[in-house]
């Protein structure tokens, strides 16, 4: 899959375009900050402000024109026509910066954050076009590792060009070059036709109003949104505050700074990966739990590792840092809280790619965008609040994320029963048991099949029966027959009550129904599939599921 055609220069362009708008994002607060305050117009701290603001306020006002957009033509050709406008910014900064017109470069910054607004929906939604289903977790975790380590590539990157004895060569240079190479391996991307003959018509509080109910029409994909939006409000925590954390706390120089921000993005990278093993080349959302869980408690421990440093005599630099092992458990709590968040974020964009409808994927990712945004800026607020209101420290700040983030998994698993129920099924089919299926390709075939939903008629409702069959199929699970209250214990109940059928039936949908169940007359198309599932007991620690399945 990563060296095919349909898939490769696609993720080289994207990492590409990540890379370069860190780089220019980072020269110029660089710069300015740096280097050439005298030759600012404005205050410096206003112009810091003002960068940032506005290189995240195009994906609050143009996202959802970005979705219509990307759902309407040819993913390939505005991938194309967004590297050649990348260019063009860039050709323009190259002069910018050469005269340094800084109020220029901040302008050619907004079009950048627009360039990318439109970048991001189509970013996403090309995925389920190109890749198959069991290639879909694989192809979000080279995306996740590759965005993030463009985006500290980038940061880094900017450090050393403007501390290089000829900073303006190398900054016109680099954002240049990378534009130009982004143009060509976009060329290589294949057509990516579409089906969605709706004309998007440009908009940007109605589209945006428009985007965000569409998407709440499906409460799963809104909660995945809200969720994923819970991570960006975590990560951009911790990026903001990590140089602070540093200084302050750690009484350590910039080297530190790069230090921990390197972990972190590898941690991210690991975690991206081991979700793509965990997952066993299917969509488990299952696996989420998992990377809250990790947050939550490497957070905590981060804040309890800190060391406690009486009168620090000397600020710390990498090598010192490094070689001070009372340093070594905070380094590794810092990673794992990286590894935490791939484990939470890839089944979630995996889960809306999987679920969103073809012609309306782009939508659904260009809602994600504009509520990150959103959680984005909240958390700056949220860290003012904080840190200058109430005059908490940092570590304290981040251990109140980190609480945060085992209040959010429990506020999950009770209020999202998809959520808890691929947790459940997870843990029984892959923890627990082996498991195997017989008519594996027949499976495979129907699950490629979105028109039709399907039946499952089993012979005996069991809880772990319900779980088997949510794990098999990446569709919503719902129970059309179930059985007497007095048949039940208080979690077969739960669920049960949770996913009841309420009789609309969508091509997605997974009906589950006793044998010889009574059935209405408008769902008789449906595709049919008899379920036995036998339970045996291997060892002490594991079990073994065998599902036959007559399609």
């Not at 840092?321 to 905070?330: E, G, K, N």
Request: some cysteine.
């Amino acid at each position: 899959m990563l060296f095919s055609r349909r898939f490769l220069p696609y993720f080289v362009t994207q990492c590409l375009g990540a890379l370069n708008d860190n780089v220019y994002k980072n020269v110029l607060l660089l710069m300015v900050s740096y280097s050439q305050i005298e030759a600012l117009p404005i205050d410096v701290h206003l112009f810091v402000n003002l960068a940032a603001g506005l290189f995240i306020l195009p994906f609050l006002l143009f996202s959802a024109h970005a979705g219509q957009v990307a759902d309407s033509i040819d993913k390939a050709t505005l991938i194309r026509r967004l590297k050649v406008l990348e260019l063009l910014i860039m050709s323009a900064a190259v002069l910018a910066i050469f005269s340094h017109s800084y109020l220029i470069m901040l302008l050619l910054l907004f079009l950048m954050g627009v360039q990318s607004a439109y970048f991001g929906p189509v970013k996403y939604s090309l995925l389920p076009r190109v890749l198959r289903e069991h290639e879909l977790v694989s192809g979000n975790a080279w995306v996740e590792m590759g965005t993030f380590l463009a985006i500290l590539a980038g940061t880094l990157s900017a450090g050393l060009i403007v501390a290089s004895e000829h900073a303006t060569y190398w900054a016109a240079g680099s954002v240049f070059t990378l534009a130009l190479i982004g143009v060509f391996s976009s060329w290589m991307i294949p057509s990516i036709p579409s089906s969605n003959k709706v004309k998007p018509k440009f908009s940007i509080i109605k589209a945006t109003a428009t985007s965000i109910a569409k998407v709440r029409k499906s409460r799963d994909i809104w909660i995945a949104i809200l969720a994923i939006s819970w991570f960006w409000f975590v990560g951009a925590s911790y990026l903001t505050q990590i140089p602070n954390f540093a200084r302050i706390t750690l009484h350590s120089d910039p080297t530190v700074v790069s230090l921990l921000l390197l972990l972190f993005s590898i941690g991210i990278g690991i975690g991206s990966f081991v979700c793509e093993r965990l997952s066993c080349k299917q969509v488990e959302l299952g696996i989420a739990p998992l990377g809250l869980i990790v947050l939550g408690v490497f957070g905590i421990d981060l804040y309890v590792a800190l060391p406690i440093l009486a009168a620090p005599t000397a600020v710390f630099d990498v090598v010192t840092f490094v070689s001070d092992a009372i340093h070594y458990r905070l380094m590794f709590d810092l990673l794992m809280i990286g590894v935490g968040g791939g484990l939470f974020i890839v089944p979630l964009y995996t889960f809306i790619q999987a679920r969103a409808d073809e012609n309306e994927c782009a939508q659904a990712i260009a809602s994600n965008n504009i509520v990150n945004a959103l959680f984005m800026v909240t958390s700056a607020v949220f860290a003012m609040l904080v840190l200058n209101g109430l005059q908490w420290k940092i570590e304290q700040l981040f251990l109140l994320i980190a609480c945060g983030n085992l209040l959010v998994l429990l506020v999950l698993l009770l209020s999202w029963s998809e959520f808890a129920m691929s947790a459940f099924s997870y843990v029984l089919r892959r923890i627990l048991n082996r498991q195997n299926i017989n008519n594996t390709d027949e499976l495979v075939a129907l699950k490629q099949d979105r028109t039709v939903p399907v039946i499952v008629e089993i012979e005996r409702f069991e809880l772990s029966t319900l779980l088997v069959i949510d794990g098999l199929f990446n569709r919503p699970v719902y129970i059309a027959t179930p059985q007497p209250d007095t048949q039940q214990n208080r979690l077969e109940r739960y669920f049960i009550n949770k996913r009841q059928w309420d009789g609309a039936m969508q091509p997605l949908s997974v009906l589950v129904c006793a044998k010889g169940a009574a059935l209405p007359e408008s769902i008789k198309h449906a595709r049919w599939v008899k379920c036995s599932i036998k339970h045996r007991k291997k060892s002490w620690l594991r079990g073994e599921i065998e599902v036959n399945l007559t399609i």
